[in-house]
């Protein structure tokens, strides 16, 4: 005998179709916000571990430069003139240099200069190419042969060289810094979202928007510049730890950050080379930083080049 011979088996309630929509719906509100952004930064960790590592360094150092007055011991421009170099100490991690200040603390406040110089930079050079970039794409003609020919000029100089020339030009200073380093990046992000931008401008609902009336920049920033957004955002990464590195180079060339502020490429370029032979932390500390930062901000901005092109996904 079957189990429910001789008598009617339990029905299960139907379901109807407003009731399935209602419960897909409860579903994908208890699958966004929080838990969803939980479980991509655990996928993240588990398949990138690489990246992982790199956003934690970005992660201590972001930290380190917003509570500065806390994890600083000391006050980065306290003077006290000792005349000779103090070696590192429990009382100076990272000792003094000949001028009597901490080298921990002036390491701490010189990652608040690289992040400023670094952020803004990347993030004002990378927006003006995508806006560069989704306008030539959009117009084409000789709106875009314009643009191009421009971008052309500005890509051709190296980006060190190009920097430099600009900076030697405005004079030193963070804000001139700024300005030098968002000018090589705004090149190289608008061909990139150009290319992208190329292939939008092709669908059929692009030309659908503009059959109805629909306004050249409200095209672009509804339509064409969401879907350039992943490329603009890896190569906006990217730059950050360019930016950070080119910000301390010139810095060391004594084009950058001015002295009495705490730069780590000013800490290279003074007492760094100085006083190597006797006391070498005085180079190691900012040396070290500067390839932390730029080691985290490649490791990150390379897997998020691979979680965000679908080409360079992986299962």
Do not use: C
């Not at 479980?39 to 990246?51: I, M, N, Q, T, Y």
């Not at 804000?175 to 061909?191: C, D, F, G, L, Y």
């Amino acid at each position: 005998m079957t189990r429910y011979e001789g008598a009617a088996p339990p029905q299960t309630p139907a379901i109807g179709t407003h009731d399935a929509i209602e419960i897909a719906r409860r579903r994908y509100l208890e699958d966004t916000g929080w838990r969803r952004f939980q479980r991509g930064v655990r996928d993240f960790s588990r398949r990138r571990p690489l990246g992982t590592a790199g956003a934690v360094v970005i992660l201590v150092m972001m930290l380190a430069a917003l509570l500065a007055p806390f994890v600083a011991p000391y006050d980065p421009l306290e003077q006290r003139f000792t005349g000779l170099p103090e070696a590192p100490s429990l009382q100076h991690l990272f000792g003094t240099d000949p001028f009597g200040r901490d080298v921990f603390s002036r390491i701490v406040y010189g990652s608040r200069t690289a992040l400023v110089v670094g952020f803004t930079s990347s993030l004002v050079g990378s927006t003006l190419g995508l806006i560069f970039g989704v306008v030539g794409a959009y117009f084409g003609g000789k709106i875009d042969e314009v643009i191009q020919r421009v971008m052309d000029v500005l890509i051709s100089f190296p980006l060190i060289v190009l920097a430099i020339a600009i900076v030697a030009a405005l004079g030193p200073g963070t804000e001139k810094v700024i300005v030098a380093i968002t000018i090589p990046v705004i090149p190289r992000v608008a061909r990139v979202t150009r290319a992208s931008g190329l292939a939008v401008v092709r669908m059929p609902y692009i030309e659908a928007a503009r059959s109805v009336g629909v306004q050249a920049p409200r095209i672009m920033a509804r339509h064409i510049a969401p879907n350039v957004f992943a490329p603009y955002l890896i190569l906006m990464t990217a730059f950050l730890g360019q930016a950070i590195l080119l910000e301390a180079t010139l810095s060391y060339l004594g084009l950058g950050v001015v002295e009495p502020d705490p730069a780590w490429g000013n800490m290279l370029r003074g007492q760094g080379m100085a006083f190597l032979d006797q006391a070498p932390w005085l180079a190691i500390a900012p040396g070290v930083a500067i390839s932390l930062a730029v080691f985290g901000f490649n490791l990150f901005g390379d897997s998020l080049r691979d979680a965000l092109d679908p080409r360079l996904r992986t299962a």
